[in-house]
């Protein structure tokens, strides 16, 4: 199984940005996917999750700035509007999978750079 983030970039601040991820390989089932994102120095962090279902969730810091979506049963999207200087991170798509009924585990993206400057 692998998770192939991109999208990052540069971006100026009050931009826009849309992050995609998409996950390959033997699934049987994706649960949860989301985004996390790190800073130099900081700990990695939940930006947004979505569950199979659709519930989305955000941290405080990005509620009404960006959006999560899954567009299909393998791929998840990121919107990010309105962004900070504070936004820049490396950011890290994340999914829970099941790849048969017996074995279910986390996995990552490579992280996708995204950098907002005026």
């Known amino acids: 199984v692998q998770l192939q983030a991109s999208g990052g970039g540069l971006v100026p601040t009050g931009g826009s940005r849309r992050l995609s991820c998409a996950a390959s390989?033997?699934?049987?089932?994706?649960?949860?996917m989301g985004w996390y994102r790190q800073s130099p120095g900081k700990q990695r962090e939940l930006v947004a999750s979505?569950?199979?279902?659709?519930?989305a969730d955000y941290a405080d810091s990005v509620k009404g700035r960006f959006t999560i979506d899954r567009d299909n049963a393998r791929e998840v999207y990121l919107e990010m509007n309105k962004l900070k200087s504070e936004d820049t991170a490396t950011y890290y798509c994340?999914?829970?999978?099941?790849?048969?009924?017996?074995?279910?585990?986390?996995?990552w993206g490579q992280g996708t750079q995204v950098t907002v400057s005026s």
């Open positions: 994340n999914a829970d999978i099941s790849s048969d009924p017996w074995h279910r585990a986390t996995y």
């Open positions: 390989g033997s699934i049987l089932r994706i649960h949860t």
């Open positions: 979505i569950t199979s279902g659709g519930a």
